[in-house]
């Protein structure tokens, strides 16, 4: 029995890979990785600037509230 018994999937999935040299293959899917985790990153520190935006948005109208009240 081989060692990548139910991985036949996988293994269907890289087999068109097996045309190309193994380093190109490695780099390729090296920077795809790389790309992905820049994105998101990217996303993550987005997700920050908002989310501090509406809480001082949100103290400011909590603030003008107050002293208007």
Do not use: E
Not at 26 to 49: E, M, Q, R, S
Not at 62 to 68: M, R, T
């Amino acid at each position: 029995m081989s060692n990548w018994a139910g991985m036949d999937w996988l293994l269907q999935f890289f087999a068109p890979l097996g045309a190309y040299p193994r380093w190109f293959v490695i780099i390729c899917v090296g920077l795809v990785a790389v790309g992905a985790l820049w994105l998101v990153a990217k996303l993550i520190k987005w997700t920050i600037h908002l989310v501090v935006l509406c809480l001082v948005v949100g103290l400011v109208l909590f603030v003008a509230a107050w002293l208007l009240g």
